[in-house]
């Protein structure tokens, strides 16, 4: 049994020369597996502090967690203030003692004080955090592509792109400037900070599980970088010969063209037969240039969750895809102010969401709020899940679909 007695440790905010005991406590907290210095180093590089909380039971770190300031996407392309929490845990040892919920508590109330409408995370146990009014905003797809059968046919103009090798360091810039123009088309992806970059190519050697150091192809055409891949390559040799793994670690390209030139490099490769897929948007285009999609085993999983942390200010911030002027009667428990009936009126320009007395339209908390927020989970869906209830005939309809968007919202990296 483990014994939890004894007094509330004490949480405040983490100090610079304290990091390296809340980091020690995350890493326990999940599994205990030591990572490389140049991971450590730049986590600590990209940690913000005032922005990052510990909990302490006399100088042992016992609690932690963080919120680092983005930037997020939202339908209609604007860039939205959001917190993106990270770096909870809790020692095994001082569990059920309140912890977990103080500091969501206290970080919640931060983020609402320095501004940020909007809170993200990726849950490492979704069940967690659907009580704090986290919903799940963004899935993702994962793929084993058997490359020899699944087949792949290209558009016109991929024979117009060339590519080439290129150090993964070398060639950051190039890449980073690719995914910048990329992030305002595609509700959930992160406008990245300085540093950010580099998380892309940590390569780790404890990390590779048996493959090659991480390497990558840039697309070029008329001289300019318009995509790139980066991946590592796990050789195999079996009774028929060779059948080594291509795992990818990212692809992004600004046109059909150059997506397509990626893709078929990688189905290419010589002495491999199988492609290796994690966390794609789930409308990527790859789905759409196989010629057997069976031959992919597609596989769907949860990604970012979003919580509301100003209703007004995070309905407002985004744009409609169908106008709508619907009242929602809205139940947040955990941020009381959010609490009560809002009239959304909005369209593809803009909107506006203030407190209203008048009639509820539909009954919601922050939470389906939240996973409807970026417009990849229908309003709809979540009623035929009760877990929207329509009060006034036709507003869940009207409200599913202006709520809608495409492309399909996609957390293109985690933090």
């Given at each position: 049994?483990?014994?939890?007695?004894?007094?509330?440790?004490?949480?405040?905010?983490?100090?610079?020369?304290?990091?390296?005991?809340?980091?020690?406590?995350?890493?326990?907290?999940?599994?205990?597996?030591?990572?490389?210095?140049?991971?450590?180093?730049?986590?600590?590089?990209?940690?913000?502090?005032?922005?990052?909380?510990?909990?302490?039971?006399?100088?042992?770190?016992?609690?932690?967690?963080?919120?680092?300031?983005?930037?997020?996407?939202?339908?209609?392309?604007?860039?939205?203030?959001?917190?993106?929490?990270?770096?909870?845990?809790?020692?095994?040892?001082h569990r059920?003692?309140?912890?977990?919920?103080?500091?969501?508590?206290?970080?919640?109330?931060d983020?609402?004080?320095?501004?940020?409408?909007?809170?993200?995370?990726?849950?490492?146990?979704?069940?967690?955090?659907?009580?704090?009014?986290?919903?799940?905003?963004?899935?993702?797809?994962?793929?084993?592509i058997?490359?020899?059968?699944?087949?792949?046919?290209?558009?016109?103009?991929?024979?117009?792109?060339?590519?080439?090798?290129?150090?993964?360091?070398?060639?950051?810039?190039?890449?980073?400037?690719?995914?910048?123009?990329?992030?305002?088309?595609?509700?959930?992806?992160?406008?990245?900070?300085?540093?950010?970059?580099?998380?892309?190519?940590?390569?780790?050697?404890?990390?590779?599980?048996?493959?090659?150091?991480?390497?990558?192809?840039?697309?070029?055409?008329?001289g300019?970088?318009?995509?790139?891949?980066?991946?590592?390559?796990?050789p195999?040799?079996?009774?028929?010969?060779?059948?080594?793994?291509?795992?990818l670690?990212?692809?992004?390209?600004?046109?059909?063209?150059?997506?397509?030139?990626?893709?078929?490099?990688?189905?290419?490769?010589?002495?491999?037969?199988?492609?290796?897929?994690?966390?794609?948007?789930?409308?990527?285009?790859?789905?759409?240039?196989?010629?057997?999609?069976?031959?992919?085993?597609?596989?769907?999983?949860?990604?970012?969750?979003?919580?509301?942390v100003?209703?007004?200010?995070?309905?407002?911030?985004?744009?409609?895809?169908?106008?709508?002027?619907?009242?929602?009667?809205?139940?947040?428990?955990?941020?009381?102010?959010?609490?009560?009936?809002?009239?959304?009126?909005?369209?593809?320009?803009?909107?506006v969401?203030?407190?209203?007395?008048?009639?509820?339209?539909?009954?919601?908390?922050?939470?389906?709020?939240?996973?409807?927020?970026?417009?990849?989970?229908?309003?709809?869906?979540?009623?035929?899940?009760?877990?929207v209830?329509?009060?006034?005939?036709?507003?869940?309809a009207?409200?599913?679909?202006?709520?809608?968007?495409?492309?399909?919202?996609?957390?293109?990296?985690?933090?």
């Amino acid at each position: 049994m483990v014994d939890h007695t004894g007094p509330a440790p004490e949480l405040r905010s983490l100090q610079p020369d304290e990091w390296d005991s809340a980091y020690g406590n995350l890493l326990r907290a999940f599994g205990g597996l030591p990572e490389a210095d140049e991971e450590r180093q730049l986590w600590r590089a990209l940690t913000e502090f005032g922005r990052f909380l510990a909990a302490w039971d006399g100088d042992q770190c016992v609690a932690s967690g963080g919120a680092f300031s983005f930037r997020l996407t939202v339908p209609g392309g604007a860039s939205v203030p959001a917190a993106g929490v990270t770096m909870v845990s809790v020692a095994a040892t001082h569990r059920r003692r309140g912890l977990l919920t103080a500091m969501m508590r206290r970080q919640l109330d931060d983020i609402r004080s320095w501004g940020e409408p909007l809170a993200v995370l990726t849950a490492s146990e979704p069940a967690i955090y659907g009580r704090f009014g986290y919903g799940a905003a963004t899935f993702q797809l994962d793929a084993e592509i058997d490359t020899l059968r699944a087949g792949l046919s290209v558009p016109a103009g991929t024979h117009d792109v060339r590519l080439r090798y290129a150090d993964p360091a070398e060639v950051l810039d190039a890449c980073e400037a690719v995914y910048a123009q990329l992030v305002p088309g595609r509700p959930g992806m992160l406008a990245r900070r300085p540093g950010w970059e580099k998380v892309g190519v940590l390569d780790p050697e404890g990390e590779r599980g048996g493959a090659s150091p991480l390497q990558c192809v840039v697309a070029e055409r008329d001289g300019a970088t318009v995509g790139y891949a980066r991946f590592r390559v796990k050789p195999s040799w079996g009774p028929g010969g060779p059948d080594g793994e291509v795992a990818l670690s990212a692809l992004d390209a600004l046109d059909p063209a150059a997506a397509a030139a990626l893709w078929r490099f990688l189905f290419d490769l010589d002495l491999t037969s199988s492609l290796r897929v994690r966390g794609r948007p789930v409308d990527d285009a790859w789905q759409y240039l196989v010629k057997d999609v069976r031959r992919c085993r597609p596989a769907l999983r949860d990604a970012l969750y979003v919580r509301p942390v100003e209703v007004d200010a995070a309905l407002a911030a985004r744009t409609y895809r169908t106008p709508v002027d619907v009242v929602l009667e809205v139940e947040d428990a955990f941020c009381p102010w959010n609490a009560g009936r809002w009239r959304l009126s909005g369209d593809a320009k803009g909107a506006v969401c203030e407190p209203t007395r008048d009639a509820a339209d539909l009954a919601l908390s922050a939470r389906e709020l939240g996973a409807a927020y970026l417009g990849g989970v229908s309003l709809t869906a979540l009623a035929a899940a009760g877990r929207v209830r329509e009060l006034r005939g036709g507003a869940l309809a009207e409200a599913s679909a202006a709520f809608g968007g495409d492309p399909a919202p996609w957390l293109p990296h985690g933090f």
